[in-house]
């Protein structure tokens, strides 16, 4: 098979991110391929893992995936500070005489959006709303990159996942666990140290946080896990995310000074798009009283260039404002009413760039994430648990479309799921051995032998 079917037989997706399928992404030919692993939020340790444990497969997916692309250029981009990392890299580099460049990054957020990385490495921004191969670039993943070795090498299929627990845990963990593994298996792996928590998928900034301890029990590894936090329940991320969105449009009308430092330390504003969360908050008070489309996408429209990075709310916003989501909130509001919103001709990024850079510590601080700061996982521990339940929508686009039954016996990479034709989706493999004890269109629960 053509790496593009392979890729797409093993149900390979965006590891890091949103889970896009990448035989779609990688269906094309780029001048640059660039590997993301700086690990865009605080306290993931992940993608560091697999930069010092897989660095040779990591090379060598890169090969066949520059290859394929016919890419002039080649590089893993990553925090300068990552010092083990990056000897890893370079002696698998040296070891596959590849063709591949270290680019060594500062230690900022977001240092791990792929558009900021686009435009450290090429100069080019990618155009609002866009991606990368617009501008001749292709961003993938650590995990990514690693599974499609593994899937060009060796045939496997995405089974099981790596990922870290931090936060209120006895120390950090990284896991390998199979897709389809509780959430609440893989805290208790790490030993938690508070009984009653709340829980954060993926980095503090973005991540999505769980309090109720119904749906956390409900929740499980997937294809684009690759950390959870564990906090108290009366932390500060975990508050803001309790006031409902009319308190956050009162705030905004009331508090809001117009200093505009939502904006000028906004990453994408940066890069040079049309995103002045400043002017949204301005107008907010006259959203009720606009008729005309035209002067409402005049107020609001810029609202759909917001990446939800949370810069603004989360470190910039000295009234502790929300501009994100507020722009959330308006983006569906634009959608509502039809309004659709020009891109920038020809961004190109604002001479102070490098003068608005978030100092990860700095944001680890505000975000009272102190404690945890500067703690790493040393160990892998493998977890078999003897259930899984695998859902059939763990990518952008369609759900897999079910393929077993219940009272089916499975083995480690069956397709369980099928791509669903017609549009964006990814294979679904079961990722161990049993039999089906359930299976509906959200998913298939395993009993493992």
Same mark, same amino acid.
């Given at each position: 098979?053509?790496?593009?079917?392979?890729?797409?037989?093993?149900?390979?997706?965006?590891?890091?991110?949103?889970?896009f399928?990448?035989?779609?992404?990688?269906?094309?030919k780029?001048?640059?391929?660039?590997v993301?692993?700086?690990?865009?939020?605080?306290?993931?340790?992940?993608?560091?893992?697999?930069?010092?444990?897989?660095?040779?497969?990591?090379?060598?997916?890169?090969?066949?995936?520059?290859?394929?692309?016919?890419?002039?250029?080649?590089?893993?981009?990553?925090?300068?500070?990552?010092?083990?990392?990056?000897?890893?890299?370079?002696?698998?580099?040296?070891?596959?005489?590849?063709?591949?460049?270290?680019?060594?990054?500062?230690?900022?957020?977001?240092?791990?959006?792929?558009?900021?990385?686009?435009?450290?490495?090429?100069?080019?921004?990618?155009?609002?709303r866009?991606?990368?191969?617009?501008?001749?670039?292709?961003?993938d993943?650590?995990?990514?990159?690693?599974s499609?070795?593994?899937?060009?090498?060796?045939?496997?299929?995405?089974?099981?996942?790596?990922?870290?627990?931090?936060?209120?845990?006895?120390?950090?963990?990284?896991?390998?666990v199979?897709?389809?593994?509780?959430?609440?298996?893989?805290?208790?792996?790490?030993?938690?140290?508070?009984?009653?928590?709340?829980?954060?998928?993926?980095?503090?900034?973005?991540?999505?946080?769980?309090?109720?301890?119904?749906?956390?029990?409900?929740?499980?590894?997937?294809?684009?896990?690759?950390?959870?936090?564990?906090?108290?329940?009366?932390?500060?991320?975990?508050?803001?995310?309790?006031?409902?969105?009319?308190?956050?449009?009162?705030?905004?009308?009331?508090?809001?000074?117009?200093?505009?430092?939502?904006?000028?330390?906004?990453?994408?504003?940066?890069?040079?798009?049309?995103?002045?969360?400043?002017?949204?908050m301005?107008?907010?008070?006259r959203?009720?009283?606009?008729?005309?489309?035209?002067?409402f996408?005049?107020?609001?429209?810029?609202?759909?260039?917001?990446?939800?990075?949370?810069?603004?709310?989360?470190?910039?916003?000295?009234?502790?404002?929300?501009?994100?989501q507020?722009?959330?909130?308006?983006?569906?509001?634009?959608?509502?009413?039809?309004?659709?919103?020009?891109?920038?001709?020809?961004?190109?990024?604002?001479?102070?760039?490098?003068?608005?850079?978030i100092?990860?510590?700095?944001?680890?601080?505000?975000?009272?994430?102190?404690?945890?700061?500067?703690?790493h996982?040393?160990?892998?521990?493998?977890?078999?648990?003897?259930?899984?339940? &695998?859902?059939? @929508?763990?990518?952008? /686009?369609?759900? %897999?479309?079910?393929?077993?039954? $219940?009272?089916? *016996? !499975?083995?480690?990479?069956?397709? &369980?799921?099928? @791509?669903?034709?017609? /549009?964006?989706? %990814?294979?679904?493999?079961?990722? $161990?051995?049993? *039999? !089906?004890?359930?299976?509906?269109?959200?998913g298939v629960?395993?009993?493992?032998?």
């Amino acid at each position: 098979m053509s790496l593009i079917e392979t890729v797409k037989d093993a149900g390979i997706v965006g590891a890091g991110g949103a889970g896009f399928p990448t035989h779609v992404k990688l269906n094309t030919k780029a001048e640059y391929f660039i590997v993301n692993a700086a690990e865009c939020e605080p306290l993931i340790e992940t993608d560091k893992y697999l930069c010092r444990t897989f660095a040779d497969e990591l090379i060598k997916g890169i090969m066949y995936i520059s290859q394929h692309l016919e890419a002039k250029k080649s590089y893993i981009a990553l925090k300068a500070k990552y010092k083990a990392e990056i000897a890893a890299l370079e002696e698998a580099i040296q070891k596959n005489n590849a063709d591949i460049e270290i680019f060594a990054m500062r230690t900022f957020y977001p240092a791990g959006d792929e558009q900021i990385i686009v435009e450290q490495i090429t100069g080019r921004t990618v155009p609002e709303r866009g991606i990368p191969i617009e501008v001749g670039a292709v961003v993938d993943n650590v995990g990514t990159v690693i599974s499609i070795y593994e899937a060009m090498a060796e045939g496997t299929k995405v089974t099981d996942k790596y990922l870290s627990v931090v936060g209120e845990v006895a120390e950090p963990i990284m896991l390998k666990v199979p897709i389809g593994t509780s959430v609440r298996t893989c805290i208790e792996a790490a030993s938690p140290k508070i009984s009653d928590y709340a829980i954060i998928l993926g980095g503090p900034m973005m991540g999505r946080v769980f309090s109720d301890n119904g749906l956390i029990s409900q929740q499980v590894v997937t294809k684009t896990t690759g950390n959870i936090i564990v906090l108290p329940k009366d932390h500060y991320l975990v508050k803001r995310t309790e006031v409902s969105i009319e308190r956050i449009k009162h705030q905004a009308r009331s508090a809001c000074i117009q200093c505009r430092m939502c904006t000028d330390l906004c990453p994408r504003f940066q890069i040079g798009h049309s995103m002045r969360p400043h002017l949204v908050m301005r107008n907010i008070w006259r959203e009720d009283g606009l008729d005309s489309n035209e002067e409402f996408a005049k107020c609001f429209g810029e609202a759909v260039n917001c990446s939800s990075c949370g810069v603004c709310e989360m470190f910039s916003c000295p009234m502790g404002l929300s501009p994100r989501q507020v722009n959330n909130y308006m983006k569906v509001k634009l959608r509502e009413r039809g309004i659709t919103i020009d891109k920038t001709p020809n961004p190109t990024a604002r001479p102070t760039i490098d003068l608005n850079r978030i100092p990860t510590d700095r944001l680890i601080a505000r975000l009272g994430l102190n404690q945890y700061n500067g703690l790493h996982a040393h160990t892998c521990t493998e977890l078999f648990p003897g259930e899984v339940f &695998i859902p059939l @929508a763990q990518h952008i /686009g369609k759900p %897999a479309e079910l393929a077993v039954k $219940a009272g089916d *016996t !499975v083995h480690k990479g069956d397709v &369980i799921g099928q @791509a669903a034709e017609g /549009g964006l989706s %990814a294979n679904i493999h079961a990722s $161990a051995d049993g *039999t !089906v004890t359930e299976a509906t269109p959200a998913g298939v629960r395993i009993n493992v032998n």
